[in-house]
């Protein structure tokens, strides 16, 4: 019913930039918040970035100054500059929101992408 689909990981210089997308689709009525989590192996699942319906956006201190998140509608963004390599990980995306389920009711729902690895090595 619903689907997230990111774009745009790869591997980049330390010092680099990268810009990931994130298209959420389907039976969606509205979106809440989006944002990116990003894990690697062994550890938890962490937060990038976050925004909310009304821009207001979220980070860690790991992350602040570097990153920026930004939405389109249905669509999140992440502008990564300044990559360290302690920044590699698989990138998700993910989305709170309501969407009409086979019945047609309003049904609120969290949804992820399937992850996007990024690399940053020279």
């Known amino acids: 019913q619903v689907q997230l689909v990111e774009s745009g990981g790869g591997l980049v210089q330390p010092g680099g930039s990268l810009r990931l997308s994130c298209a959420a689709s389907?039976?969606?009525?509205?979106?809440?918040?989006m944002g990116w989590y990003r894990q690697v192996p062994g550890k938890e699942r962490e937060l990038v970035a976050e925004?909310?319906?009304?821009?207001n956006t979220r980070y860690p201190d790991s992350v602040k100054g570097r990153f920026t998140v930004s939405r389109d509608k249905n669509t999140v963004y992440l502008q990564m500059n300044s990559l360290k390599p302690e920044d590699t990980a698989v990138y998700y995306c993910?989305?709170?929101?309501?969407?009409?389920?086979?019945?047609?009711?309003?049904?609120?729902?969290?949804?992820w992408g399937e992850g996007t690895l990024v690399t940053v090595s020279s």
């Open positions: 993910t989305a709170d929101l309501y969407y009409s389920d086979y019945k047609g009711l309003p049904t609120a729902g969290r949804y």
């Open positions: 389907g039976s969606i009525l509205s979106i809440n918040v």
């Open positions: 925004i909310g319906s009304r821009g």
